[in-house]
């Protein structure tokens, strides 16, 4: 017989976490949420923003005004242009297939030649994105129209043959070097990073790292009810080790999940982690967090149905304010602020430490104190608010 | 027949309203969720992106002040914030090196996005007119490259202009005609339009979203209370009692429906008082939740119909709201070509969502026919084999 | 009320047997000191006292029973006991340790069978048992072992591998004991453990709690169920709204009452000229009546009816039904608390 209850704590965790796993896969369905619920979203994502994540703009009308912005268009990089004619552009605009449709003149040069401003139809899909490339495709056009502009004001102001004048701008035009701008970063080092899906598939592993870990809750709401948490409590068995025990099963459960869905989007889709060991002690820590936060829910909730809200609005909500739907840098100064309340922005941060930046565990410490910090003040709370409704007659 | 209906239904409405899961689920969740979401994506389609951008001109030519004068007057618009500094001075960066090592101290320090620097020599390479090509530098903070981008997207125009004026300089020289440098706006006069109608504003699109996909898990509580009934017991009752099977079934339909209906109403009601969304036409946006929530109902009574036991019919109900939810754009927008797009054109979340997006802004309800119709078509295929799979499962 | 009856415990070799199953303890308690010894319990929920003053001392191999009514404080006392809940004041030791809640020593020396099931109905029985040995610390290879023997004891060792959710309620319930037993404690807590059980399954229980208690294994038995606490318990503690009202064996207690059968007979007619000679019978202690019936009391029933049932006729009166009741712990209760024990 032991008098010392400590020296089981970890048998004790271990049996509890092995019991929790068995009864939480005799439940069929989370055999789904934990397997191929993160492959389909991960599948949709990368179909929506793998390669072929340039939202396109559509250009009706001809001429070399209209082939020349096109061509400006597309090389920036950042759109695809479709061709097409005004009926289908409005069509595919309205549908918000093609975020950005411009419908020009066909005789746009002959136009601008004569001096003559050009009207053109910028037709805007609803989507969010409309407004943000709105500019990039203004400014094209506006390149596109400097050397027709220029002959049509030339013209007037010579009175020169427009053969002539055509041929002279287009001659001092080619002479003339594009004044180019140059991104870098700070230090001059060339700043093409490759931003988009890598940030999304981290959000989205620990969106979903967490709202699956969260249920959790569920599983120890249900020891509650059955009785069985008060009779551990009646056993050599501290609260603390109940906590830990009714959460380790979730917690590695949510290590899985976010392995299995590095594993996944690394080997389908080519994201970049960045150094592993670092990977795996920072997903290690979150899935601890969102274990602590599940027992917080578990030890605080009556029913099921209620933690079933809960969860998901915890969840989503949680996961939407630390920035794993939205890049935390698109975030105003306020909700910026408010995103580090979240666990989930400490742990994105550490991801673009490690996987942007090739940061290794020593560059991540400050995030993974900060997230452990999370782990521990949930867990605590989790052991008193467990403890007072155990103990309540 | 009548009678028996109604005495069931309002006996599993009040069992529902008492459960305190109706409006933590079917209103308070969906609700506080697009609270939250509208406070993280509602600044992203209007100028509420913060912007701050420094800029140094290392040349002091005249084309380089010109650029340093047009980037300033930028301050202020659209949520740009510049922060200018002066090329000679100690304070900015220093203009032989470029000063990329102040530039980078200036944009921990300052909090900036992304630096225009004009380099040293700038004025005389876009004037010589050969040569050397003329670079602008955007010194960028990595972390930040939405903001970078719109801050070359200032840059680019002004080069525009810098080159116009350049090449109407240059080709006016050899036409031996000097023109004024001048800025002529006027070339392209841009007409805005919405085709498709400007649709929802983020925060509305969101909170759409979150509605449309918590009515399948509210929608869901009803139905499923044809299994528990048959679990506790009560089923067998029911079934004893004189009443036709039909009323049963009739019942349970428009308990979930009447549910759905009502926290869907709820939650758009309050939507628009308090986050101030503009629905479009109240007739068509009726039409289009009353076709939803018939949709929800119909696809939750499939999945009880074939699930075993009250609790795998709630867990495969789950997985069927959030599939359906996700690929029908209630998450994040699904693109509308491919086998995506295929996929979720087949969602009540696409044709609803769709469905408010055409009624944004639009004089009259009937916009949102042909989306009322398909949500109806995704009704009647679903509901009749519910029906018919549900009246099978009526036995004690 | 402190306990003033001398407790006669039962102590007989059962101290070896201890020292067998937990080896390395040393018991260093005397042979005569008692198990368990709870002294001055209180504990108040907002307006209701629900434990006022309770002491009570078990002994080794005793089986205890804390008889009284839904609602008299018997489930918070053993809860405090069991060191699930916090005594306003008062302590408890159990086998020489105090029980604390926020501490875990000295819960190995219990077990505890909650009132209400405390199983897992989506694990089988030998995978709760499995959980909960390893939760009081047992090894592996121990816990197999000792499941063995449990199964075996609760009738459940060939359906071991299904899940309990498909179990009978009798089965669950002896799941529920069966957990409790497994760590071989020194004081096995049985919180009315048939409570809407069925009579047969009911009786399956109180025969392995008697079966229990021989081997040396004390026993802390809540009920309202008086022919429980009767056939049962050694000792019998007597609670009422939070207080033991009195506590001994049940011959001591039923003796609190005095010894005398109730005779109660159901006449029509006059009985107002017999009732005199009845009193006047040796042996009767009083004569009353009731409506319809007249009720005599006396130190042995059964032998003066006939003389009773004689002046009756004589005088009179018809004879319905008789009933003779001898005097049991209902009548205790009755007499200390002016209450019946099921209401």
């Known amino acids: 017989m032991t008098r010392n209850g400590r020296a089981h704590v970890a048998p004790k965790v271990w049996t509890m976490a092995r019991y929790n796993l068995v009864r939480m896969f005799r439940e069929r369905i989370n055999l789904f949420f934990v397997f191929i619920f993160p492959v389909l979203i991960i599948a949709v994502l990368g179909v929506q923003f793998g390669e072929d994540n340039a939202p396109e703009v559509g250009v009706a009308g001809t001429g070399e005004f209209v082939d020349d912005a096109a061509e400006r268009l597309e090389e920036t990089g950042s759109v695809e242009v479709r061709r097409t004619g005004v009926s289908e552009l409005e069509d595919l ?226 996961g939407a304010l630390g920035g794993t739907m939205l890049p935390l840098e698109l975030f105003s100064s306020t909700m910026r602020a408010v995103a580090h309340a979240t666990p989930h922005s400490w742990a994105l941060e550490a991801f673009t430490e490690v996987g942007r930046r090739g940061g290794t565990i020593v560059d991540i410490l400050p995030q993974l104190g900060v997230l452990l910090a999370f782990a521990v003040v949930f867990l605590g709370l989790a052991a008193w608010r467990l403890r007072v409704t155990l103990t309540r007659a | 027949m009548i009678a028996a209906v109604r005495t069931i239904t309002v006996k599993d409405m009040r069992q529902r309203l008492r459960d305190k899961s109706f409006f933590l689920v079917g209103i308070v969740t969906p609700f506080v969720l697009a609270i939250i979401f509208d406070l993280v994506f509602g600044g992203l389609g209007g100028d509420e992106l913060e912007v701050r951008a420094g800029v140094v001109d290392a040349d002091q030519s005249e084309i380089s002040g010109r650029l340093y004068e047009g980037v300033s007057a930028i301050d202020g618009e659209g949520g740009v914030t510049i922060v200018t500094f002066d090329g000679d001075s100690g304070t900015g960066p220093d203009g032989t090196s470029d000063g990329e090592l102040d530039v980078r101290s200036a944009i921990d320090e300052q909090g900036l996005d992304a630096v225009i620097v004009i380099p040293e020599g700038f004025g005389a390479d876009v004037t010589s007119g050969g040569g050397q090509a003329p670079r602008l530098r955007v010194v960028a903070d990595p972390d930040r490259p939405i903001q970078v981008g719109i801050v070359e997207s200032i840059a680019d125009g002004l080069v525009t202009d810098i080159e116009r004026s350049r090449l109407a300089a240059g080709a006016g020289q050899q036409l031996g005609t000097s023109t004024e440098p001048a800025l002529q706006e ?102 289009l939740v009353l076709a939803a929530v018939l949709t929800a109902v119909a696809l939750m009574a499939v999945v009880a119909g074939i699930a075993k036991t009250a609790e795998g019919a709630s867990g495969v109900q789950a997985i069927v709201a959030v599939g359906l939810a996700m690929l029908g754009g209630s998450w994040f927008p699904v693109a509308s070509e491919g086998i995506l797009g295929v996929l979720s054109q087949l969602t009540p979340h696409y044709w609803f969502l769709e469905g408010l997006d055409s009624l944004a802004g639009a004089d009259s309800g009937s916009v949102v026919l042909p989306h009322v119709a398909a949500l109806v078509a995704i009704a009647v295929v679903v509901g009749v084999p519910a029906t018919v799979l549900l009246r099978r499962r009526l036995t004690p | 009320m402190p306990c003033s009856v001398p407790s006669r415990g039962r102590t007989s070799g059962s101290d070896g047997r201890m020292a067998e199953r937990f080896p390395g303890t040393i018991i260093v308690s005397a042979v005569n000191d008692p198990l368990v010894e709870a002294a001055h319990l209180y504990k108040r929920f907002d307006k209701l006292q629900a434990v006022d003053d309770v002491s009570l001392s078990i002994d080794p191999g005793e089986t205890y029973g804390l008889l009284g009514p839904n609602g008299a404080g018997k489930t918070t006392a053993i809860s405090m006991i069991a060191g699930l809940l916090e005594p306003d004041s008062g302590t408890v030791t159990v086998a020489g340790t105090q029980i604390k809640p926020r501490s875990t020593q000295g819960r190995e020396a219990i077990g505890l069978v909650p009132q209400d099931l405390a199983i897992y109905p989506d694990l089988s029985a030998e995978e709760n048992l499995m959980f909960f040995a390893s939760l009081y610390g047992m090894s592996k290879r121990d816990a197999r072992a000792r499941a063995d023997e449990v199964l075996e004891v609760i009738g459940l060792a060939d359906r071991r591998k299904e899940r309990t959710s498909k179990y009978s309620g009798g089965m669950k319930r002896r799941l529920n004991i069966g957990i409790g037993l497994l760590h071989s404690p020194r004081l096995l807590i049985l919180d009315e453990p048939t409570v809407g059980v069925d009579p047969q399954s009911r009786n399956a229980i109180l025969e392995s709690v008697e079966a229990l208690s021989g081997g040396g294994m004390a026993v802390l038995y809540t009920t309202h169920y008086m022919e429980e606490a009767e056939r049962l318990c050694d000792r019998i503690g007597i609670i009422d709204s939070g207080r033991v009202v009195a506590e001994g064996t049940t011959e001591q207690l039923i003796s609190r009452v005095g010894e005398n059968d109730r005779v109660r007979i159901e006449v029509t007619g006059s009985v107002d000229a017999a009732i005199g000679h009845i009193r006047d019978i040796s042996g009767v202690v009083e004569a009353s009546t009731e409506d319809h019936a007249i009720v005599v009391m006396a130190d042995d029933g059964s032998r003066h009816l006939p003389a009773v049932i004689n002046h009756l006729v004589d005088g009179g009166a018809q004879v319905g039904s008789i009933e003779v009741t001898r005097p049991d712990l209902e009548a205790v209760f009755l007499h200390l608390t002016g209450k019946a024990l099921r209401e």
Not at chain 1, 155 to 169: D, F, I, K, L, P
Not at chain 1, 202 to 227: C, D, E, K, V
Not at chain 2, 194 to 211: F, I, K, N, Q
Request: cysteine-free.
């Open chain 1, 93 to 318: 605009v309205a549908e918000d297939t093609v975020t950005v449709g411009v419908v020009a003149p066909d005789d746009a040069s002959q136009m601008l030649r004569d001096d003559g401003g050009v009207q053109l139809r910028m037709l805007l899909s609803s989507t969010d994105e409309a407004a943000q490339i709105e500019g990039v495709v203004t400014r094209a056009f506006e390149s596109a129209a400097v050397v027709p502009s220029v002959i049509g004001q030339l013209r007037a102001a010579s009175g020169a043959e427009s053969g002539e004048v055509a041929e002279v701008v287009g001659r001092t035009a080619e002479a003339l070097p594009d004044i180019e701008i140059e991104r870098v970063l700070p230090g001059g080092e060339d700043a093409e990073q490759s931003f988009g899906f890598e940030q999304i598939a981290a959000g989205m592993l620990l969106l979903m790292t967490f709202l699956n870990t969260l249920t959790g809750a569920a599983a120890l709401i249900q020891s509650r009810t059955y009785g069985v948490s008060r009779r551990m409590l009646a056993s050599p068995t501290s609260v603390w080790t109940i906590v830990l025990g009714e959460g380790a099963g979730r917690w590695f459960v949510g290590l899985f999940q976010a392995v299995y869905i590095i594993v996944v989007s690394a080997v389908l889709f080519g994201v970049e982690w960045g150094d592993l060991v670092s990977v795996i002690v920072l997903i290690t820590v979150f899935a601890l967090v969102a274990a602590g936060a599940a027992m917080l829910v578990g030890a605080l909730m009556h029913n099921d149905e209620q933690a079933a809200g809960v969860t998901v609005m915890i969840g989503l909500g949680l």
């Open chain 2, 186 to 287: 006027a070339d392209l006069d841009l007409h805005r339009e919405w085709p498709g109608g400007e649709g929802l504003d983020t925060g509305s699109r969101m909170l759409a979203g979150m509605v449309v996909m918590f009515v399948f898990f509210t929608v869901s509580f009803g139905v499923t209370t044809l299994l528990s009934e048959k679990e506790t017991g009560t089923m067998r009752r029911l079934l004893a009692a004189p009443i036709r099977r039909d009323a049963i079934l009739a019942a349970k339909g428009i308990v979930s429906y009447v549910l759905g209906a009502l926290a869907t109403v709820i939650l758009m009601v309050a939507g628009a008082v308090l986050m101030d969304a503009d629905w479009g036409p109240w007739l068509g946006v009726s039409a």
